[in-house]
């Protein structure tokens, strides 16, 4: 049974910074980590594969957000910088057991997902 928790957000001003945490327990390959504004569809923002460590971002943010992990934890961290009132959404890691690169950006490719995370950003 995999499980997975996703906390750390809160309110920023413009230009801080934010780090969510994304414990997991369970065997996952895929890690991902989706945002959903008031009014839209679930957004990818960055995911990671577990096997190599590769990492994938959409252009929106790849220049500002940092997908890391802690083994010994079993823990995915996404560090934002930079932060923009666009930020501003609730925020979610997902874990898959497989995904292939082509459905990377999909929520639907993604099998167990947080509780979800607020980050406001205030201008």
């Known amino acids: 049974q995999v499980q997975v928790a996703d906390s750390g957000g809160g309110s920023v001003q413009t230009g801080g910074s934010v780090r969510l945490s994304c414990p997991t327990s369970?065997?996952?390959?895929?890690m991902g980590w989706f945002r959903q504004a008031p009014g839209k569809d679930r957004e990818f923002v960055a995911a990671v594969y577990r096997r190599n460590s590769h990492t994938y971002y959409s252009d929106s943010v790849k220049d500002r957000f940092t997908i890391s992990r802690d083994n010994a934890k079993n823990t995915e961290y996404l560090q934002i910088n930079n932060l923009k009132p666009e930020d501003t959404a609730i925020y979610y890691c997902?874990?898959?057991?497989?995904?292939?690169?082509?459905?990377?950006?999909?929520?639907?490719?993604?099998?167990?997902w947080g509780q979800g995370t607020q980050v406001t950003v205030s201008s």
């Open positions: 369970g065997r996952s390959v895929t």
């Open positions: 997902a874990s898959a057991s497989s995904v292939i690169l082509s459905t990377l950006r999909d929520p639907r490719s993604y099998h167990h």
